[in-house]
């Protein structure tokens, strides 16, 4: 179960065992010889995701920040209860009249001294907040109690069933020097995992002429192409399809159609309307244009997005975006009328480390540890459908989801365990800009 805690200010979230979850069982009957076949302890095997993905146990910051996050874990749990004590029998009998001096004693005689302070730079001409950056602040301080209020809660409750790592494991390894004398890097094993499973791959090239738009593939077959194709896979065991000389893991029971923005058609052709929609635009990011992850969509772009033909009335219309409250307003006051779809509320995904701390501080001016989800959905007053009402009235606000991201870039968690209570167990749910596949979902992406 991906879901390690739930209550009614949110839920805790295992990514990783999310995923492990679909390939738990995969059919591997075509790589094997006829006489393992014959047997089920060599037609099925299991795969897991590279652990390091999700080893993220220190908050994000640049080079010059990681030398000050290690001082301040060096002293260990231990090694503070005992500093405390030594502390406690020098001021007992004055405190509120001692001054603590810079200069700490252990009580094995061994001294501590205060870190030197750097010296003071010169101080910068204030900057007064643009509307876009003061209306973000205002809408942190409005959220922000929701989000701390789960933290608080789920992370204690995480603590307690050791899904988080204690910390004070987390000090003894900081206290460990490094080999080189420079300071360490504890996402870096995430970050070299990213590079490896993260990197791009098309499988075809953009000018491949197709015949047909749409391939249904049952157990035991396999497609000659896939791409600008929606491929059906019925099978109800996971498997391995060879395409291009490169092997993909496949879950059971999932849709796909891996094309650009321009090449829909497939997707609508079938006439299916899904009860969810769950959509992560490549919304245009500073950052992202720098560093060329992925190619970009403006606003104007998403308008063409063929929602009303894909949604049934009554569905969920789930959007990722970021704290940007241009792109809210732009959701919320004239996208959502365009496709035709009411606003709900909105829910919230706190990243945090492996030991329960946010990703970046709270309050950080720069980067906030949180992205948000708006909800809507499709009102058609001449027909409103029974699962889409029941969504509806169940659905709760600002709900947050907490969980330790994957270092792979932009790599959300997958939605299907904290949507089914909200909707019906026949629901047909479709993710758009989607990166990887998802048993008993259709999706659609250039990277799928």
């Known amino acids: 179960m991906s879901i390690i805690c739930e209550s009614i200010k949110g839920w805790l979230v295992d990514h990783e065992s999310e995923i492990n979850k679909w390939f738990r069982k995969v059919d591997i009957s075509d790589f094997v010889d006829d006489n393992q076949r014959e047997s089920n302890n060599f037609r099925f ?8 993905l999700f080893k993220i146990q220190m908050p994000f910051l640049r080079k010059g920040q990681l030398e000050k996050y290690n001082n301040a874990f060096v002293i260990s749990e231990s090694r503070k209860t005992e500093l405390l004590c030594s502390l406690s029998q020098s001021v007992e009998t004055n405190l509120e009249s001692e001054t603590l001096t810079p200069k700490a004693v252990f009580g094995n005689g061994e001294t501590m001294h205060a870190i030197p302070k750097a010296k003071p730079k010169r101080r910068k001409r204030k900057k007064f907040m643009n509307c876009g950056e003061q209306l973000a602040l205002d809408y942190h301080h409005m959220i922000r109690g929701f989000i701390q209020d789960a933290m608080i809660e789920l992370v204690k409750i995480g603590q307690q069933s050791h899904f988080f790592t204690d910390e004070a494991q987390i000090a003894a390894s900081l206290s460990a020097p490094m080999q ?9 094993e995430a970050k070299k995992a990213a590079l490896i499973e993260g990197a791009d791959m098309q499988l075809f090239d953009d000018e491949e002429q197709t015949l047909t738009n749409r391939i249904i593939i049952g157990d035991g077959c396999r497609p000659p192409s896939i791409r600008n194709k929606l ?8 498997c391995i399809w060879t ?6 893991l496949i879950p059971a029971q999932c849709s796909f159609l891996q094309s650009d923005f321009c090449n829909l058609q497939p997707l609508i052709a079938g006439g299916r309307t899904y009860d969810v929609i769950v959509i992560d635009p490549p919304w245009e990011n500073k950052s992202v244009k720098r560093m060329k992850k992925y190619q970009m969509l403006t606003d104007w772009d998403l308008y063409k997005l063929p929602i009303g033909s894909l949604a049934a009335a009554g569905c969920l219309v789930v959007v990722w975006a970021t704290n940007k409250q241009k792109q809210t307003q732009f959701l919320r006051e004239e996208l959502f009328p365009h496709w035709g779809v009411k606003y709900l509320t909105t829910w919230h995904w706190l990243k945090v480390t ?5 990703v970046y501080d709270l309050d950080s001016p720069h980067k906030k540890p949180y992205e948000n989800l708006l909800i809507g ?3 058609r007053s001449s027909d409103v459908s029974a699962r889409g009402a029941i969504a509806v009235k169940q659905l709760p606000h600002h709900r947050t989801i907490v969980s330790v991201p994957c270092s792979i870039h932009s790599c959300k968690p997958p939605l299907t365990e904290i949507l089914k209570e909200f909707i019906a167990p026949d629901s047909q749910c479709l993710e758009m800009f989607a990166r990887n596949l998802v048993p008993g979902w259709t999706v659609w992406g250039n990277e799928v």
């Open 45 to 52: 095997a299991v795969f897991r995701l590279n652990p390091h």
């Open 231 to 238: 491929v059906q896979y019925t099978g109800g065991q996971a």
């Open 377 to 379: 959905h499709v009102e």
């Open 354 to 358: 492996t030991s329960g701390e946010p």
């Open 243 to 248: 395409l291009a000389s490169q092997r993909f």
């Open 180 to 188: 080189d004398g420079g300071c360490k890097d504890w996402n870096a």
